[in-house]
């Protein structure tokens, strides 16, 4: 390894450095540089500022000093004062004219002017406005208090022209009104009559910047003196290094020789054959072998159990390496562990027993455990060893082992088959749902758009079954894990509100949500799981309630003096026996046969949630009567993150008139606003409620639910008359309305009405939060749209979010599957884009060779090179050209980690399948737009 550091010292380190200091140097210098030229504007603007109210309190003191006792003695005042016989005073329009003129033939590179684009008759002629002139006269009209300038190039060098407004004064208006030749007779104090510039030169030029680059140039060869120097050195060190290496070597085969060496050995075995014939008779009798050894490993005493354990007659063993009963790699390392004992006297091996492997004559490994001692006899030093034979006990524990890795490899192979499972359920579910998406993006009858939205809704069931069976499989597997991280509590209720709120409309069910104000804005939780189990919760309330409401209740409580996270589904469906609740929680559980054929499902939905739940340390609960509806509580320990609560109470008291249903959610929703220091009325019928917005106060706000009125007036002309009446009271009006009636064409001419606002279902709080100082001051034409779609879906919208596609611009397209590579060309079409197609990892980098692409889109399993390879060795290439191919990950695989590992190669971005055409359309758009 040395000397491939020794080659990147001298290969890359100094290239490195020198680029490094260079690149140093050259943003200093550009740095001090910007910093000049600004010092030097901002002190020119100052001085020509400073320059200006000199000019102009100099035409003042004129004005009102000097111009008033020129006219006490009879001297007259007039434009032409030069050609006045008698002598004459010049006006001050004039005079400031005039001294701007002296100012300007000082040779000193300032001028001073006074003009006006309404000039007098008599100095039209004179009076021709260059471009910044214009500019200049028409800003300082609307902006009379600011100044106007721009640094521009004149006779080669930067010259400031600053201007700034010159405003009438009240002294000053009935002469300009009255004066002959005066372009108008109106004028009034604070108009802007003319502007006085001031054109100045910047004091940094030429010599500024050859003193700049004398600098840096010198900045530079003291770099390049240091690199030098610092090269010699390294140079140097490498001499010495080589050097050092020799020598280690040479030492090396020192040592060699001397283990070599079996002279002492033979010795030391004759010194302790006395010793060995004492000992022998008792050793003989043991059936654990007892071995002796000296200092360098060699066997100077064996009783007889060796003959039968290893096979070695006794005579054979004596005198030789105790290594030889060793197996590799502890036979050739043997020596040198003892050595460094005697040494370091670090024990490792010595009072201790030790499982290792033996070596029998014949060549056979077993098992032994291995006890050393270590004998003082005089000045010698020996180690005695029992060796016992475990190859009975190891088969036993070889037994256990192997049915413990039965049980692992099982987890294993289930892991796998789980993993398998879903990229093989995925992809061709990509294909499916793909070509459906793109499919309806084109022209079709009403028969075949209605059929192609039928094989799209059963497609996304389909993909929600699957996803509810890996959820499960993974919690059975022990591969789901939950992840507590600092969220909002309200974006979490509110993300997992929307996903099914267009179900429960549909069925005409009230839906809406309450929260605690109380609660904390951040709470510690996983809040993907958390939005998951609200989901199943109130998709199951929403699927067994046909009338009445579904309702999500958020608070807090105690338990066991610890403060819990509630989240209640409540409901009028149909109701749960008490028999068919204790198996609810079970997998593929439901109430009964008829309910699972009236409603469908997998059954896995209330065991995935019970499950999550359970993972996330809280308890899930139900409390349902037959014809009854359910409660649906889970809880969670409430974790706060910081002291800011959910929502603030409207700081002044507010009142509100609603025509809405007389229920519980009505009831529900006068509470909530109650809390938010809101005072809201309901009405339930319309003569009611019309009587009240005549009565009301102006200030106060008028809602209206269109659900209510669609109730209360079933023919559609009758309600948008009714509707139409609202508008007629002249106040605006707030209408709450679901997304099917916001697309609803026949009430766009009441809810685009200027008077209306909408304000789509189900009403999110954390809006009311952000909108509240809004609301008070009644301001609803700048509280922000709540509109959850347009009046009419935009196919193009993936298109429109995108920036244009550049000709230049190459894709390729990494995929084996041909459905899916019809899918993904088909949707890079669709968004503007051309791909070039490579069926497995291997083609992508043959492709690579031949072609510079701007994006890949990579499969990650495939054939011949799979995508994991491919993006490996892509940016192993990319390490030697400097340059960077974004990569994003196609994959059906879903299992937890599978993102990790797409990001462990170097990919870029992490798509799973079936892949959302807006989403690939939106990503790819990213990748190929320039970034700073």
């Known amino acids: 390894m040395k000397p491939t550091s020794d080659l990147f010292a001298t290969s890359y380190f100094f290239p490195l450095l020198a680029l490094s200091l260079l690149t140093g140097i050259g943003f200093v210098f550009w740095q001090n540089y910007e910093e000049h030229q600004q010092v030097s504007q901002e002190i020119a603007l100052e001085d020509a500022r400073n320059f200006s109210i000199s000019v102009v309190e100099f035409r003042n003191y004129y004005a009102k ?17 030069e050609n006045h016989p008698d002598g004459a005073a010049p006006l001050p329009a004039t005079f400031a004219k005039d001294f701007g003129r002296y100012l300007s033939s000082d040779g000193d590179g300032y001028k001073v002017k ?52 010159d405003v009438l004064k009240e002294s000053c208006v009935g002469c300009h009104n009255t004066y002959p030749g005066t372009p108008k007779t109106d004028w009034k104090a604070g108009d802007v009559r003319g502007v006085l510039e001031v054109q100045r030169p910047l004091s940094y030029g030429v010599a500024d910047e050859k003193h700049a680059w004398r ?92 003959e039968k354990m290893f096979g070695y007659a006794m005579d054979d063993i004596l005198g030789q390496n105790i290594s030889v009963l060793m197996p590799n790699p502890y036979r050739d390392a043997h020596d040198g562990y003892l050595e460094t004992y005697l040494k370091t006297r670090q024990k490792n091996v010595i009072g201790r027993t030790r499982r290792v492997e033996g070596m029998k004559k014949s060549g056979e490994c077993f098992p032994v455990d291995l006890s050393v001692s270590e004998v003082q006899l005089n000045d010698t030093v020996v180690f005695t060893g029992v060796i016992r034979d475990i190859t009975e006990q190891v088969a036993v524990e070889e037994t256990m082992a192997q049915a413990r890795d039965q049980a692992i490899q099982s987890a294993q192979l289930k892991s796998e088959f789980l993993a398998n499972m879903s990229h093989e359920i995925r992809t061709p579910m990509n294909g499916v749902m793909g070509m459906t998406s793109l499919l309806l993006d084109t022209p079709l009858s009403k028969e075949q758009r209605a059929l192609a939205e039928t094989v799209s809704s059963s497609a996304s069931a389909l993909l929600q079954i699957i996803n509810d069976i890996l959820d499960f499989s993974k919690i059975e597997a022990g591969k789901l894990k939950v992840h507590a991280e600092p969220c909002a509590l309200l ?14 409309f549909a069925k005409g069910l009230r839906f809406d949500y309450f929260v605690d104000p109380t609660l904390p804005d951040q709470v510690l939780m996983d809040d993907v799981r958390v939005r998951q189990v609200l989901v ?128 519980r959610v009505t009831d529900l929703i006068v509470q909530q606003m109650a809390d938010l220091n809101f005072e809201l009325t309901p009405f339930d019928t319309f003569d009611a409620f019309y009587e009240a917005i005549e009565r009301s106060a102006p200030e106060t706000l008028i809602g209206v639910d269109v659900s209510r009125l669609e109730d209360v007036f079933p023919d559609k ?75 009419e879906p ?43 197609l490579a069926a497995n990892g291997q083609e992508a980098l043959d492709r690579l060779q031949s072609a510079t692409y701007d994006l890949i889109l990579m499969d990650c399993q495939m054939p011949v090179k799979d995508g994991y390879q491919a993006t490996r060795e892509i940016r192993a290439l990319e390490t030697t050209t400097g340059t960077h191919i974004p990569i994003i990950a196609m994959t059906a695989n879903a299992m937890k980690g599978d993102d990790e590992k797409c990001y462990a190669v170097g990919m870029d971005d992490y798509m799973t399948k079936p892949i959302n055409p807006k989403k690939l359309a939106e990503k790819v758009a990213f990748y190929l737009k320039p970034h700073d």
């Open 65 to 81: 000093k000097i111009l008033p006792s020129l006219v006490k003695r009879g001297v007259p005042v007039m434009h032409d004062f």
């Open 794 to 836: 935009d196919d193009n919208s993936a298109e429109s979010d995108s920036s244009v596609p550049s000709g230049e611009q190459r894709i390729l397209l990494v995929e084996d599957n041909v459905v899916n590579q019809k899918l993904a060309l088909a949707i890079l079409a669709k968004a503007g884009y051309e791909a070039d």
């Open 536 to 663: 199943n919760l109130l998709g199951n309330a929403i699927k067994f309630t046909d009338l009445g409401y579904v309702v999500l209740r958020v608070y807090a409580q105690e338990r066991k003096n610890q403060p819990e996270l509630v989240f209640e589904v409540e409901d009028t469906g149909i109701g749960i026996a008490e028999e068919a609740q204790a198996r609810l929680f079970k997998a593929f559980s439901q109430v009964d046969g008829s309910t699972t054929r009236l409603h469908g499902g997998t059954g896995l939905g209330l065991a995935i949630s019970q499950q999550l739940v359970s993972l996330m340390g809280g308890r899930i609960r139900l409390s349902s009567q037959v014809g009854q509806g359910s409660h649906f509580f889970f809880c969670l320990p409430l974790k706060p993150v910081g002291k800011e609560a959910c929502l603030e109470a409207f700081a002044n008291p507010m009142r509100g008139i609603f025509l809405s249903d007389a229920d």
């Open 114 to 165: 006074l003009y006006s684009d309404q000039p007098f008759v008599w100095s039209q002629d004179s009076q021709h406005l260059d471009a910044f002139e214009a500019d200049a006269m028409a800003y300082l009209r609307q902006h009379p208090d600011q100044p106007y300038w721009k640094i521009v190039h004149q006779d080669g060098r930067k010259v400031l022209r600053y201007a700034r407004a």
């Open 215 to 306: 600098s840096f140039l010198f900045m530079v060869g003291l770099a390049l003196i240091t690199l030098f120097l610092l090269a010699v050195m390294m140079r140097r060190l490498k001499l010495s290094l080589r050097e050092s290496r020799q020598l280690l070597e040479e030492q090396s085969a020192a040592n060699e020789q001397l283990n070599t060496e079996a002279g002492h050995r033979r010795q030391l075995t004759e010194e302790l054959v006395m010793s060995q014939n004492k000992t022998r008779a008792v050793m003989n009798s043991v059936t654990d072998v007892i071995i002796v050894i000296d200092s360098k490993g060699i066997v100077i005493e064996v009783n007889r159990a060796i």
């Open 491 to 504: 974006p979490t209720i509110e993300g997992a509100m929307s996903v099914v709120a267009d179900l429960a």
């Open 717 to 791: 002309a009758v309600r948008v008359q009714k509707m139409q009446a609202l508008i007629d009271t002249g106040r605006q009006l707030i209408w709450n309305v679901t997304r099917q009636q916001r697309q609803d064409s026949a009430y766009h001419p009441y809810l685009e009405n200027d008077q209306a606002y909408c304000l789509m279902k189900p009403v999110k709080i954390s809006f009311l939060h952000r909108n509240a100082h809004l609301i008070e001051s009644g301001e609803l034409d700048k509280v922000e749209r709540e509109i959850y779609h347009s009046l």
